[in-house]
Nanobody, 123 residues
Framework: EVQLVESGGGLVQAGGSLRLSCAAS????????IGWFRQAPGKEREGVSC????????YNVDSAKGRFTISSDNAKNTVYLQMNSLKPEDTAVYYC????????????????WGKGTLVTVSS
């Protein structure tokens, strides 16, 4: 059974940091790109950052560059999203997803989704 399980969300003040984790199982980690998406209330789901399972190449959307860092521990089949300098507009449910490629980082074409973890940034 394929599973993507997110953790690490919570409430943080603006300017603070959080590290999200995504534990993957049930598929060959190195064969996929693992991405983070987010969905704020009333908005569409959007891509944030992505890493290739093999090789570690990363891709970040403009809003994530300089603040968010994606990394992976292939031995643990786990992907992390380190989020720094958080802003209230980063408040969203963050989803982990697996697909065949990082680009384009869009919800269409995702093979597997996690259930999400809520990040709330207070002002």
């Amino acid at each position: 059974e394929v599973q993507l399980v997110e953790s690490g969300g919570g409430l943080v003040q603006a300017g603070g940091s959080l590290r999200l984790s995504c534990a993957a199982s049930g598929f060959t980690f190195d064969d996929y790109a693992i991405g983070w998406f987010r969905q704020a209330p009333g908005k569409e789901r959007e891509g944030v950052s992505c890493i290739i399972g093999s090789g570690g190449r990363t891709y970040n959307v403009d809003s994530a560059k300089g603040r968010f860092t994606i990394s992976s521990d292939n031995a643990k089949n786990t992907v992390y999203l380190q989020m720094n300098s958080l802003k209230p507009e980063d408040t969203a449910v963050y989803y982990c997803a697996a697909s065949s490629a990082c680009y384009p980082l869009i919800p269409n074409g995702i093979d597997y989704w996690g259930k999400g973890t809520l990040v709330t940034v207070s002002s």
